[in-house]
């Protein structure tokens, strides 16, 4: 909604979502271990059950602060439910007759609940003079993450809390009607996923076991992009640069 000052407004959102999913498949594999000639056989039913909602509210607020200057501040708040249920079932020794339940495989079967809990602020300053345009920002998200798993002989219930933090830059000059030349900057922080910090030993692949490390760190991401344009009249040309940056610090992959 416009105010009555020019330049003032608000802006309100809200949306909900909702996804539910379910799936099986079968999986047989004969592994063969040279080093100690051994022989691995597996036959395995999977079957996956996916739940999730989400919901978001969100607010912004613009107010002209100087001539051709105005401030932004914005914030948000998004709740979100994932609940997965993984089955793996043995098949090897299963004739027909014989109940399912019974070669339930509890170190290749899941269950997880995941609950999010966000909020974030941002904060923009827009300049627009004749020659340049300028904009500047910084966000902040506060983050809560519950979860309750359960593998095998592992049960976890475990809370989070994080805090991320994005830095923005977008300054575009137009030296004429015909060139300009724009640079954006985006600095971004992620977290290692909750279950990437568990110590708990994947074997869904034999041939590729992966186990949480507690001691993963957060990353942070710069990217850096400038583009140069021009056209040239009387030729009818046109001249086309770009650059791209990028590099992230405690790389998780």
Known sequence: RRLSEKGRNVFVNMNYSYGSSDNSGTDYSEINYYKTNKTDIRDLMTKNDNDNHSYRIMATYAEPIFKQQFLQVGYSYEHSFNKSNRRSYNMVDFTEG?????FLDPELSKFAKNYYDNHEVNINLNTIREKYRLNVGFSVQSQRNKLEYEQGDHLVDTVRTVVNYTPTL???????KQSFLRMMYRGNTRQPDIMDLLPIRDITNPLNIREGNPGLKPSYTNFFMAIYNAYF?????SLNLHMFFQNTLNSVS
């Open 98 to 102: 014989n109940d399912l339940d019974d």
């Open 170 to 176: 977008d300054f575009r000059y137009q030296f004429n």
């Open 233 to 237: 009249t009387k030729s009818q040309r």
